[in-house]
């Protein structure tokens, strides 16, 4: 698989990238570099001291407690956490799906922390989404060239236009053109994925917040769409905010992480340094709980992962 390598632009900084995990008896991979537009130019999002709350009856629960973020062009954040975190709440907050309490959401400085509904269907030119289930996100009565054509559609794209850039998004995300006429019912997980991909990328956003885009794959799909992801990043400069619990996958397409729990974040940083060697207990315990194929180092890794428990916490957490 391959290694993110955004865009090189005036203003950079240069990133240690990650690297596949290889087996012990593999050798050492060498350390690789890239370089991220991350200088004084505004970034593509800044979230700042972010607060969500969910009413439930009379009383309020809290689900996001100030939190922080930022994507700079080119550049994939990780935010990972186990479910009920915090991380897909951000997410539907940034897209409006979520009422902010108090805080900030600024898209290349604009504030759009309360846009109104005709602010938000501009901003989808800048801003797109692919879901955690391929099944779910694709209306099953619309062909596949019906339903990436539709954002562009809605913008008052004509029908040829649309057509055209309809079978370009196709082949970036390597489906055949004669996909088109078929319908998301015939094709597999991993190409319904791609095709929900392929409708995010038709209107050419600069920022695509990724909500889980794999963890409904098998292991070798999953592999496959994220060298696409990386890929497309390589090929347009597009940011994104890759919600994850896997920091397994988070490693190899992500340039920084920010991990959360408990609706706060815990951790940010270099993805080489949160997912190789994490300074908080909640961070060693993700990296810990992701599976290895030797059963003695799976076995270890189990030990040390109860270790890290907190007091009184159930075994089956």
């Known amino acids: 698989m391959k290694s993110p390598e955004p865009c090189e632009t005036a203003s950079q900084r240069t990133v240690l990238q990650p690297s596949h995990e290889k087996p012990q008896n593999a050798g050492s991979t ?3 570099t890239t370089t991220v537009n991350r ?7 800044d979230v700042a001291d972010l607060v969500v709350d969910y009413r439930r009856g009379r009383s309020t629960f809290r689900a ?3 939190v922080s973020l930022s994507i700079g062009a080119g550049e994939c954040v990780g935010l990972v956490g186990e479910s009920g975190s915090g991380k897909s709440t951000l997410g539907k907050a940034i ?10 959401i600024r898209i290349d400085g ?3 922390t309360r846009a109104s509904g005709a602010d938000r269907r501009r901003l989808a030119a800048d801003v797109q989404v692919v879901f955690q289930d391929p099944y779910g996100s694709l209306d099953p009565a619309m062909t596949v060239g019906q339903a ?8 008052g794209t004509d029908r040829e236009t649309a057509r055209a850039a ?3 998004m196709l082949d970036q995300v390597r489906l055949p053109a004669d996909a088109a006429a078929r319908y998301p019912g015939e094709f597999s997980g991993g190409q319904r994925q791609r095709i929900a991909i392929a409708r995010a990328l038709v209107r050419k956003p600069r920022l695509i917040i990724c909500d889980e885009p794999v963890s409904a794959l098998d292991l070798t799909t999953q592999a496959a769409v994220v060298d696409l992801f990386i890929d497309i990043q390589r090929e347009t400069g597009v940011s994104y905010l ?14 920084r992480v920010s991990v959360m729990y408990g609706g706060r974040i815990v951790e940010s940083g270099a993805n080489e340094t949160i997912t190789r060697s994490p300074a908080h207990p909640y961070t060693r315990r993700l990296l810990l709980a992701s599976p290895v194929a030797d059963p003695a180092r799976q076995a270890e890794r189990r030990r040390a992962w109860l270790r890290l428990r907190s007091p009184g916490e159930s075994s089956t957490t």
């Open 242 to 255: 890759f919600i994850s619990h896997d920091l397994g996958v988070v490693r190899r397409v992500c340039h």
């Open 30 to 32: 060498p350390d690789v």
């Open 148 to 155: 990436v054509a539709e954002p562009l559609r809605a913008a």
């Open 110 to 112: 604009r504030d759009i």
């Open 95 to 104: 897209l409006g799906l979520s009422l902010v309490s108090s805080g900030s």
């Open 166 to 168: 309809v079978a370009e």
């Open 64 to 66: 996001l407690h100030g």
């Open 39 to 45: 200088g004084e130019a505004a970034p593509i999002l």
